[in-house]
């Protein structure tokens, strides 16, 4: 009996309005309204958030990483606050600043003498690098469809937009 009590509850508003919409959700909120409901997404998480639905469940996507967080109402906004602090794709994106801006490159001579410089990513100088290195070593053009060197290229650098063989065939040619 208690479970049809607390399933009552959640069908109904903070007023005690059950809500009669709840059939007629879309899979997508708009404009910052919940779907199904008349109240608008008050947080300002939602900036960085749209609504989504996911077997039979709202998830809370975020815009920058499209990772799916629990975004029924119950569940607050604490959470959402929390993975946008840490998103990564929200710090590469925000004020169109990049990551490669705030990075720093250490090397050392041959005398022993360490330095410490910045460091700015370079997509253009980065894939020849690719086309290079494919053609030092003699690697086939498919190595840039291998999910184990896709992730291992990501690990090193999350900027790098991995290119497809044909862009690879495309530098090599030019």
């Not at 779907?35 to 709202?58: M, P």
């Not at 005398?111 to 290195?133: C, D, H, I, P, W």
């Not at 291992?152 to 790098?160: G, K, M, N, R």
């Amino acid at each position: 009996e208690e479970e049809e009590d607390e399933d009552e509850d959640e069908d109904e508003d903070e007023d005690g309005e059950e809500d009669e919409d709840e059939d007629e959700e879309e899979d997508v909120a708009e404009e910052g309204h919940a779907v199904g409901s008349k109240r608008k997404l008050t947080s300002v998480v939602w900036v960085d958030f749209k609504k989504v639905r996911v077997h039979e469940r709202w998830k809370a996507q975020c815009l920058h990483c499209k990772k799916k967080i629990g975004g029924e109402s119950k569940n607050g906004t604490k959470h959402l606050h929390v993975h946008l602090a840490s998103c990564t794709m929200k710090k590469v994106h925000s004020n169109g600043k990049t990551l490669s801006q705030s990075s720093l490159r250490f090397s050392s001579s041959s005398q022993g003498k360490v330095s410490v410089e910045n460091y700015t990513f370079n997509q253009v100088f980065a894939r020849k690098m690719l086309a290079s290195m494919i053609v030092l070593h003699e690697y086939p053009l498919s190595i840039v469809d291998h999910t184990g060197f896709r992730r291992f290229v990501s690990a090193l650098q999350p900027l790098f937009t991995m290119v497809t063989r044909n862009t690879i065939r495309y530098v090599l040619c030019n």
